[in-house]
């Protein structure tokens, strides 16, 4: 199997240190109204497959249930040799009120890091499906599972293989959440693909700015599910710091993170376990249109939509039956 990568980037700018700071993608996307009613992603557990996480940054170490290594010898070495999964695991669960840094989406959930990039942001498709297979499988010390598995990462190639293993994931209740790419042209009629991202199967996130434009380098397609923000993210980076990065890359936790928030919520209120399907309906019903195609926007932009109710007062009880 060739190798996989991360999908190019943007590295703005890094902050040595920050006052206690919501980004502006987690208010857009209106994750304190959720906050508000005590919905955090309390122990839900994402696993971030990427290129490991610092796991001694003080937005962080609570956050994080355990990990492991799919890029070499030593299984328990996740620390991260780039800073790109730092910077994705922040904008996930970073601690809100610890009074410095940044809040994440789903600001009490765990994280489980899986390291399957190296220090040079590229990893072995093997080693993906390792981990995608392992998450999968996994259980903490208290019967926890995953339930949202995060991959800002891609490439060209369709690998069977991989295929099969988000299938698995997805048969299992555990959501796959991914990138869609950052080789756009700025034309919403255009095609670009990048996998794993355009399978129907999973998640398939594209970028907007703070102006809720469409960001240039955002991948349009036919398998688009929702946008979030990805431009100037603000987030943890290794060494206690801070950093600005762009891209796909980045508006992928946001709904990462939205998703462990809106399991807890869900199954709060329909008082069990949801489907893969009905937690993928309700994440659609958190979204409002921007005003793009289908293409450019899959089902809109993340946004959550707090207490919102049916003619009759009380929320509704079906679940929708959108698909992916």
């Known amino acids: 199997m060739s190798q996989v990568h991360l999908i190019p980037f943007k590295l703005e700018e890094v902050v040595q240190t920050a006052g206690e700071e919501i980004p502006y993608g987690i208010q857009m996307i209106n994750a304190p109204a959720a906050w508000e009613q005590e919905y955090k992603g309390k122990d839900v557990v994402v696993a971030v497959l990427d290129t490991g996480c610092d796991v001694n940054h003080p937005d962080l170490k609570d956050r994080i249930i355990g990990g492991r290594n799919f890029t070499s010898d030593d299984p328990e070495d996740y620390l991260d040799g780039h800073y790109h999964g730092t910077h994705v695991a922040g904008t996930i669960a970073a601690t809100l009120n610890n009074k410095l840094g940044v809040a994440g989406v789903a600001p009490e959930a765990k994280l489980l890091i899986l390291r399957v990039l190296g220090k040079d942001g590229s990893g072995s498709y093997q080693g993906i499906i390792d981990a995608i297979n392992y998450a999968v499988e996994w259980r903490g010390d208290n019967g926890e599972r995953v339930r949202v598995i995060s991959m800002s990462l891609g490439g060209p190639d369709d690998i069977p293989e991989m295929h099969e293993a988000i299938k ?102 329909f008082g069990r376990e949801l489907t893969d399907p009905e937690i993928y309906a309700q994440l659609c019903k958190n979204t409002q249109t921007i005003g793009l195609t289908k293409k450019g926007e899959g089902n809109g932009l993340l946004y959550f939509k707090m207490g919102e109710r049916n003619g009759s007062g009380n929320k509704k009880e079906e679940t929708a039956t959108v698909q992916k």
């Open 168 to 269: 698995n994931a997805t048969q299992n209740n555990v959501m796959v959440v991914c990138a869609a790419g950052n080789e756009g042209d700025d034309n919403e009629r255009t095609d670009e693909q990048a996998y794993p991202g355009y399978y129907k199967e999973v998640v398939q996130v594209g970028a907007v700015d703070e102006q809720k434009h469409l960001a240039k380098f955002s991948n349009t397609n036919d398998e688009i599910d929702l946008v979030a923000p990805g431009v100037n993210i603000l987030s943890t980076y290794p060494g206690e710091k801070y950093a600005k990065l762009s891209g796909t890359s980045m508006a992928t936790p946001h709904v990462s993170g939205a998703v462990a928030v809106l399991i807890l919520k869900e199954e709060a209120e």
